[in-house]
């Protein structure tokens, strides 16, 4: 399952999601409401489909949604930071598991070259 991914993302601000690959069964998204609001997404393993809420502590709210397929936990009130569509913001939209899969490579290949490189100059 293919997932977008944020750690406590002040709600007001915006920020552009990481796209991973959950090894978990459950993608998901939180939204904390209180008075220092905050988003989190990702990945669970929590048995639980659907969405719910609850009170937390410091009156606050948490409101929660859990799915299972693919890109199912966009946070679309996150306003992305950026409107072209570079390689990271080409591969959160739906449907585009390959472009996903071509951008880990290409990464994971500038970064295998990057250390090559480190190697020979200090070799």
Same mark, same amino acid.
């Given at each position: 399952?293919?997932?977008?991914?944020?750690?406590?993302?002040?709600?007001?601000?915006?920020?552009?999601?990481?796209?991973?690959?959950?090894?978990?069964?459950? =993608?998901?998204?939180?939204?904390?409401?209180?008075? &220092?609001?905050?988003?989190?997404?990702? !990945?669970?393993? +929590?048995?639980? @489909?659907? =969405?719910?809420?609850?009170?937390?502590?410091?009156? &606050?709210?948490?409101?929660?949604?859990? !799915?299972?397929? +693919?890109?199912? @936990?966009p946070i679309d009130r996150i306003p992305?930071?950026?409107?072209?569509?570079?390689?990271?913001?080409?591969?959160?939209?739906?449907?585009?598991?390959?472009?996903?899969?071509?951008?880990?490579?290409?990464?994971?290949?500038?970064?295998?070259?990057?250390?090559?490189?480190?190697?020979?100059?200090?070799?």
């Open positions: 399952m293919v997932a977008e991914e944020s750690w406590m993302t002040p709600a007001g601000s915006c920020c552009e999601l990481d796209v991973i690959e959950c090894n978990r069964s459950y =993608c998901f998204f939180a939204e904390v409401q209180g008075s &220092s609001p905050f988003w989190i997404s990702g !990945c669970t393993d +929590d048995e639980f @489909n659907g =969405c719910d809420q609850h009170d937390i502590p410091y009156n &606050s709210i948490l409101l929660r949604c859990q !799915c299972q397929t +693919d890109f199912c @936990n992305r930071c950026s409107k072209e569509l570079s390689n990271n913001t080409a591969t959160k939209l739906p449907g585009r598991i390959h472009d996903i899969k071509s951008v880990v490579k290409s990464n994971q290949i500038k970064s295998f070259n990057s250390m090559i490189l480190l190697i020979l100059i200090l070799g």
